[in-house]
């Protein structure tokens, strides 16, 4: 076992896992695991830029993951950036940033690269479970983008596309500054048909529909879970590998999006850095769900994050 600290940095959080890893046995005993919502994706889509607030945010939580890596005394620290560090500008002065603050360089990751990571974190604990058929198909729904991963015991393809919550919602659904409070029908169709056009590029490289189990990772599949089970608070242990049918799914993602944000606010699992994006998101696991025709998503806790775990233990050995 290797003592790691992996961070996973996307476009609406940033993630810590100090861990013990052993990549060859597949397992994982998790020290302390965090999250924080950052927005570093906040305006990426319109300028293409980081924005100034949006760095000193991540700043500020890279240099509490510090303090939270040195207690428990790390021996590798490996920082993973993703979708929003990848389209900007001025992603130098955040890469500048973190090595200032943790020592380490982040590598921003391609898409593909994105997605070997989900996929590990995701089914490395799924081995011998008879009840699970295989291929899985990996969905991880982040801020900027969404992964697609198709595999048995390792990945056969997988593709990145630029749909996410934060990306749809900055793009339909705000206004001289204000998000849409509920959307209409019309902004609800336009989110849709940017989700079916990417999903149709998807298809192009990651057979989507051979799939026999949809496992579902990130912010908004959890949340969706918590919603589903009427959770009184966010409660990992009962998310982690919970199924959620379609039909619920199709209930709860018309909810969210017709309700108001103080309606969305009072949902008592609900982190309030979501309730903004919650139905964008949710929205894109519902497209997928019809798409492949499935009739559940197994929902996981473990993911991208556990994926870079396993990587930088691998390393340290």
């Not at 989900?118 to 982040?142: H, M, N, Q």
């Not at 990417?198 to 490289?205: H, I, M, N, W």
């Not at 379609?246 to 009072?266: G, Q, Y």
């Amino acid at each position: 076992m290797t003592r790691v600290a992996a961070v996973d940095c996307g476009t609406n959080s940033i993630r810590l896992l100090v861990a013990d890893a052993n990549p060859d046995t597949g397992e994982l005993v998790e020290l302390d695991r965090r999250m924080t919502i950052v927005r570093l994706g906040q305006g990426v889509d319109r300028t293409g830029r980081l924005a100034p607030e949006a760095l000193e945010r991540t700043f500020a939580a890279c240099r509490a993951y510090a303090a939270v890596i040195k207690e428990h005394g790390a021996e590798r620290v490996r920082f993973v950036a993703t979708s929003a560090s990848r389209d900007a500008e001025n992603r130098d002065d955040f890469v500048r940033g973190v090595v200032e603050i943790l020592g380490v360089e982040p590598e921003v990751v391609t898409g593909d690269q994105e997605a070997e990571f989900s996929f590990t974190g995701a089914t490395t604990e799924l081995k011998g479970r008879d009840d699970l058929a295989r291929p899985y198909l990996v969905v991880d729904i982040g801020g900027g983008s969404t992964e697609f991963v198709v595999g048995d015991e390792h990945v056969r393809a997988a593709r990145s596309v630029d749909v996410g919550c934060v990306r749809m919602t900055e793009r339909h659904l705000v206004h001289d500054g204000r998000v849409s409070d509920p959307p209409t029908e019309e902004q609800i169709a336009a989110i849709r048909a940017d989700i079916e056009a990417a999903l149709d590029l998807a298809e192009q490289t990651v057979p989507l529909r051979e799939a026999r189990t949809l496992v579902g990772l990130a912010g908004s599949v959890t949340t969706v879970s918590a919603i589903a089970q009427d959770l009184p608070e966010y409660d990992s242990a009962r998310i982690h590998h919970s199924r959620v049918s379609h039909d619920r799914v199709r209930e709860i993602t018309s909810a969210l999006l017709h309700s108001t944000h103080a309606e969305r606010s009072a949902i008592p699992s609900m982190h309030p850095g979501r309730v903004d994006v919650i139905g964008a998101g949710a929205l894109v696991l519902q497209a997928i769900m019809e798409r492949i025709g499935a009739q559940e998503v197994v929902v996981s806790e473990h993911d991208i994050l556990d994926g870079i775990a396993f990587a930088a233990a691998a390393d340290a050995g």
